[in-house]
Structures are given as structure tokens and as C-alpha cells.
């Protein structure tokens, strides 16, 4: 029916080697890094074999280059990325702290990522996509609305299917519309993506089987939920129920995850594969992601996936 989209932000990670806290003097960093969730989300897609593109702005500079070559060489339409003159590409600076969390310095909101825009290549290929993949981390740029409203409209009316993964920052909802313009899309989604609690936020309800039974009443017809290292569960409009054990691994970047999480199953499913091979080869590609460092350096492609879970034992359920 035509390709997966990703509306969004692209930018680049650059890291502390060190752990410790914050930005406050002089450390090592490493880096550029391609990056931005929905970047991830659709470098993933298109390394396993789905057809997949992405609505972003970068900047005329080395940043957004070397996103668009990746997302270009790993099989990505990038003809909707547009090139700023005027601003730079997004990016984030993160260290890690010694109990695991992580400190951030953002540069989205005043970068190349906010201008992203309903262009004519982006309603080229809207009039062509067969799916819209919708992440909360989008809901920060105000300009994200007016296209995803488009693009919503286009892809329903040729008989097209919505995903969201709610990973929003949670005092976004209280910005504007934005309560509202989430509820929406949940009420269009077809398939949701939450990870832990992000499940009772997009359901508005609190506890597992009233969240799911409260997502089903609106539309959606399967939850893919992130468990982390307990792997992950399938919940279906049917009254269905497949858990997927995590794949036991040594965790060093967690970053992108859920990203390649979602960007693995929803292209599976696309390629017609059941539930249980999807959740299997989107909890490889999450797990696989996790022992690289760089938040989309650990995407994988299809072969190196089947290798990965032919020889990684699982995490006990
Ligand atoms: P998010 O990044 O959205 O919070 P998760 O942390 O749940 O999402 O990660 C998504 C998926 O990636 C999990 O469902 C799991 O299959 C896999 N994964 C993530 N972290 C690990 C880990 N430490 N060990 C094994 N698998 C992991």
C-alpha cells in the first residue's frame, strides 16, 4: 500500500565518555551521533526490509549530512527531509550518571528540527504512504501538527493504518492542545506502542486490562507494550495475548531501544509476518540496539537479527 512514515526530529547525540553529573566543566565527548526517535524509529524500519520514510528538517551543515547519508545508505526515502539555510541541525548532549539516569542539553526548539514543514515532497508522499508511525517526541515542535492532521487525512482515506508510540514528556500535555491532539490520535490509532506506563496515559486509565480495554473501546486494535529487560506483550482486539521474553544481554547505550522497538515491529507486521515473529524480531532489534553505544549505531538489519537470536539466550519471563 505504500511506505511506512515518520514525521519529526532528526538530530545529533553527543556523549560524555564519563559518567558523573551534568555539563558543568570540561569532559570528553564522543560523537556526532545520527539521531532523533523518529530517525531511529525509521532507520530500523528500513533495515529490516520495510519501506520506510521520514518527514524532518536539518540543517545545510556536516549534522544533518550525516543523518541523511545513513538513513540513505541503510534504505530510507529521504526526499521529505528538507535542508534549512538559516538554522542548525538539532542536538542533544547527554552524560550518563552513576545510578543509570541520564542529564540532557537540548537544542531542538530553536534548530533546523522545529521548521519541519508540510511541504510538497512531504505531500507527495503522503499520497503515496501506507502507514503513519506518530511519536510524542514530535509534539515539542509546533509545525508537527498541521502535517500530521494531513497526513492522518491522507493515508486513512486510501485505506492506510496509524501506529503511536505516547513516548511524551508528560508536562507536554499540559502545553496548549496538546491533551487534546493526543486524544485525537489515540482515537486513530491503530496499533499503539507504549513502554511501562506510558500504557495509562494514552489510555487515560491506570491498570493493565482496564488500559487495554479502554484503548480497544477507542479503535485500536493491538498493543505492542515495552517491557525493558522483561521483553515485551502483545495485546489484541480479539481478546488475544502473546508475552515475548527479553533477550539477555549487556546493556551499554539503552538509548533507541524502544525506538528500534517499534521500527522493527511495525515493519514486520507491514511484511504480513505474524505477531509472534514481529515481537521476536522487535525485541532483538531493541535488545541488539542496547549493547552498542550511539543511539542508532545498534539498528540491525534482518540477517544480522536472525544471527543475533539464533545465538542470544532469553532473559527468564
Ligand atoms: P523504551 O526505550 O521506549 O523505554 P524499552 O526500554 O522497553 O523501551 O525497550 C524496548 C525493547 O527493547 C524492550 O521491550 C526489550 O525487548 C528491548 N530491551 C530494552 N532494554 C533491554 C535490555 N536491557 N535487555 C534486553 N532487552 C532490552
Not at 526490509?49 to 530510507?76: K, M, P, Q
Request: contains cysteine; charged residues 20%.
Amino acid at each position: 500500500l505504500g511506505p511506512t512514515v515518520v514525521i519529526g526530529e532528526i538530530l545529533v547525540e553527543i556523549m560524555a565518555k564519563s559518567r558523573g553529573d551534568g555539563f558543568l566543566e570540561p569532559i570528553e565527548l564522543i560523537g556526532p551521533y545520527p539521531s532523533g526517535a523518529p530517525a531511529i524509529f525509521i532507520d530500523q524500519c528500513a533495515k529490516i526490509g520495510g519501506s520506510a520514510a521520514i518527514v524532518a528538517s536539518v540543517g545545510d551543515d556536516d549534522f544533518g549530512r550525516i543523518n541523511i547519508e545513513r538513513l540513505r545508505s541503510d534504505g530510507a526515502d529521504i526526499s521529505a527531509i528538507s535542508v534549512s539555510p538559516d538554522y542548525p541541525t538539532g542536538s542533544a548532549f547527554v552524560r550518563y550518571r552513576d545510578d543509570g539516569s541520564r542529564d540532557f542539553v537540548y537544542n531542538i526548539g530553536k534548530s533546523a528540527a522545529a521548521l519541519v514543514s508540510l511541504t510538497a515532497e512531504a505531500k507527495a508522499l503522503f499520497a503515496r504512504a501506507g502507514h503513519l508511525h506518530v511519536m510524542g517526541t514530535a509534539f515539542a515542535i509546533p509545525g508537527v501538527w498541521e502535517i500530521m492532521d494531513h497526513a492522518i487525512d491522507a493515508i486513512k482515506q486510501r485505506g492506510g493504518s496509524v501506529s503511536l508510540d505516547p513516548n511524551l514528556r508528560k508536562e507536554l500535555l499540559g502545553l496548549g492542545q496538546t491533551q487534546e491532539r493526543f486524544a485525537r490520535l489515540v482515537d486513530v490509532a491503530d496499533l499503539i506502542l507504549p513502554s511501562g506506563d506510558e500504557l495509562f496515559t494514552a489510555a487515560g486509565v491506570d491498570g493493565e486490562s482496564a488500559a487495554v480495554a479502554a484503548l480497544f473501546s477507542r479503535g485500536v486494535t493491538e498493543i505492542a507494550l515495552k517491557r525493558g529487560e522483561h521483553g515485551s506483550t502483545f495485546f489484541g482486539v480479539d481478546g488475544s495475548r502473546v508475552d515475548c521474553p527479553a533477550f539477555k544481554v549487556t546493556e551499554v547505550d539503552p538509548t533507541g531501544a524502544g525506538d528500534c522497538f517499534g521500527g522493527a515491529y511495525v515493519a514486520c507486521r507491514r511484511l504480513g509476518m505474524p505477531v509472534s515473529k514481529a515481537l521476536e524480531y522487535a525485541n532483538a532489534a531493541g535488545a541488539h540496539n542496547v549493547t552498542v553505544q550511539g543511539p542508532m549505531e545498534g539498528a540491525a538489519s534482518r540477517p544480522q537479527l536472525d544471527e543475533f537470536i539464533a545465538v542470544t539466550p532469553r532473559n527468564l519471563p
